[in-house]
């Protein structure tokens, strides 16, 4: 549901004209589907900032939140990032104060942001007061979150501890995703192991594990985050043969699923490997390689 963009449909015929055409602009600009704020895409909505467009802003998203919500499918995730975008150009004191309350306020819903505006506060056009309060809470936070723990005991240090990634793809079969001469019964058998290991998402998740054979019609699918409300995800898997992956003892789980699916994964040489800038891949392809066993 977007109800903050409905929110702010039905609001902005109040405004005069001048700003008006401003939040017309931004409307339709946050109405497609796919928008993101990036670090060129911020730089746009720099425009909309004016203290009445702010202000505007700032009542449609307390209208939003009169209504709490719990889960990251039930948020307005593409209006809320852009609002929160234009707002952290703004230093009314409405505003700030709005920020300050979000920041150090125990909503239950504040996870589901706040890594979104440590993102948008350290760009270099926003520079925004708040900007030490947050990598302070993330200090703090970052010390008890899996994938520091595994990058500490890899021996590696991301140049930027707020926004690094690492993304693994393990197969059980020959070729990437061929289906050539395959039967249904081999499609069923091919599984893909994905994950993904960074800093700190959404409810401050810093991994992922998924397994499927996406290729069978016979699906079978099961996905672990760390930190979810919504448990474990499943299609025809039973999640009680799984324990709860630990990221430093990856090794277990690898032999749980490989136990699970009677298969085995290709670890000399992973489909894909992907880090972000100033992560040694070496380090990683080693740890896979190794088939994740860590110095825990």
């Given amino acids: 549901m977007r109800d903050l963009l409905q ?15 401003l939040v017309n602009k931004f409307y339709n600009k946050i109405k497609i589907d796919g ?24 009542e449609c998203i307390q209208k939003y939140d009169e209504t709490e919500r719990f889960y990251h499918g039930n948020h307005d995730v593409i209006s809320l990032r852009s609002v929160w975008a234009v707002l952290a150009f703004s230093r009314e004191k409405n505003v ?9 306020g125990e909503s239950l819903n504040k996870r589901f942001y706040l890594h979104y505006l440590l993102s948008y506060f350290r760009h270099e056009l926003v520079k925004h007061p708040y900007t030490d309060m947050l990598i302070s809470f993330y200090e703090n936070l970052s010390k008890k979150l899996a994938s520091y723990k595994l990058i500490g005991l890899l021996g590696i240090t991301p140049p930027d501890k707020f926004g690094w990634f690492v ?15 395959l039967t249904k019964e081999e499609m069923e058998k091919q599984y893909t192991m994905s994950i993904l290991i960074g800093s700190p998402g959404g ?10 054979n996406s290729l069978s019609e016979r699906r079978k699918k099961i996905r672990f985050e760390e930190c979810s409300d919504d448990g474990v995800f499943t299609i ?8 709860t992956p630990n990221l430093c003892r990856l090794d277990l789980f690898l032999k749980e699923a490989e136990t699970y699916f009677d298969t085995t994964f290709q670890t000399d040489e992973p489909a894909y490997v992907s880090v972000s800038k100033g992560i040694n891949k ?13 110095c825990e």
């Fill in 7 to 21: 929110i702010i449909e039905l609001k902005k015929g109040t405004l005069p004209k001048s700003s008006l055409k």
């Fill in 282 to 294: 070496k380090i990683i392809k080693e740890w896979v390689k190794n088939r994740f066993v860590s």
């Fill in 167 to 181: 993304m693994i793809k393990l197969i059980n079969f020959g070729e990437w995703y061929t289906t050539n001469g």
């Fill in 203 to 212: 409810l401050n998740s810093t991994f992922q594990i998924e397994i499927q």
């Fill in 35 to 58: 928008y993101f704020v990036d670090d060129k895409n911020i730089v746009k909505l720099q425009e909309f900032a004016n203290p009445e467009v702010c202000t505007f802003l700032l």
């Fill in 96 to 104: 700030l104060d709005y920020f300050h309350r979000l920041i150090l």
């Fill in 236 to 243: 025809d898997v039973n999640e009680k043969s799984f324990q």
